[in-house]
């Protein structure tokens, strides 16, 4: 693609993602795009990135509400690179004095100067790849941090001012794996923070993971250790005052993520970086996957657009409702859901509240994906 065809669509959004694809090394379960090296290129991946801008969003107007920071690890490019990084956002887009700018950052980056200097830039949340506080456990993983690592980094933020962080953690690894998922659920609880996310391991079958088990070495957690350690999570953080908001992520009140919450509510959104993916509010379109790639492309003045789809009725309907049932903001029934609708909530799966909007429970949530195809399915008749 390049011409006429470079600059795709005009953006006018209020939430951008940009994609830092460095890593230190890859994870046993991540399938993400993601460059491992040992030397983090900052000041070549800011002149791409500066390079997409200008070329490919040159007409586009971004007022940010939100700014997501998301890789890989953008915590690699230290402090002085966050630093530009931002200079570069300021110097093509407004940031609304009131916007949530939050970067993914892994343990072992967070230090004073780093956060001093992140927080000067304008950062002001923080989502930490926590995963675990087992060592054990974060070893098999290929974490590159320990326990204490990770509670050491929540306090060096919050000593340096950062008080909005989250955490990941990730449950039902398999059972060989030693993991006392109660004993994390404790620690994250000690800590107070105010939003925690937690997602169970899925197996995708190009990453360390899913070629293990492919060759039978290690075995997935079973259906019900994924919903026991499920609703466990669910109880342990909602009795203590978080309110589960996604089907993944629990906050305090007031503290959800704004910008991940303008996905789930089909807003426009604006991406840069490799594998970046952009919404006008009916199309998408997604960067090149490959970090080389996307560089390539940027150097040659391409467009480094890898696909986009427009989404058709049947296609943006089943979109409304996988979204709107993965939040707890629900989804509007019609008439014609009756019969599936009572259903799910006899089972109770789901809540049906006076002005007809369905929520689903926690037992709900884990039957996602069925749910929202059944509801689909209705909807496309
Ligand atoms: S740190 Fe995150 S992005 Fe990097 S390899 Fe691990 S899971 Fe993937």
Known sequence: MSGEEAVFWRVQANHL??????????????????????????????????????????????????????????????????????????????????????????????????????????????????QSFDDAVLAWMHRTHDAQTARRAVQVLREGGMSNISIDLIFAVPSTIPRAWDADLETALQLQLPHVSVYGLTVESHTPLGRWVARRDVAEAADETFEVEFLRADKALTDAGYEHYEVSNYAKPGRHSRHNWAYWKRRPYGGLGPSAHEFDGSQRRWNASAYAEWLNRIAREEDPTQDREALDDEQQTAEEVYLGLRTSAGMVTASSDRELVERLVSAGWAALSSDSTLRLTSSGWLRLDSIANDLTLLRSR
């Open 17 to 130: 993602y940009v994609h830092v694809p460095f890593c230190a090394r890859r994870c046993v379960y991540c399938d993400f795009s993601i460059a491992v090296r040992p030397r983090v290129p900052v000041a070549e991946f800011l002149q791409a990135l500066e390079g997409e801008w200008t070329t490919r969003h040159s007409a586009s107007e971004f007022d940010l509400d939100t700014l997501y920071f998301g890789g890989g690890t953008p915590s690699k490019l230290g402090g002085e690179g966050v630093q530009r990084l931002m200079d570069t956002v300021r110097r093509h887009a407004t940031l609304r004095e009131d916007a949530e700018v939050t970067l993914e950052a892994n343990p072992e980056d967070v230090s004073p100067d780093a956060v001093l200097r992140w927080k000067a830039a304008g950062v002001n949340r923080v989502s930490l790849g926590v």
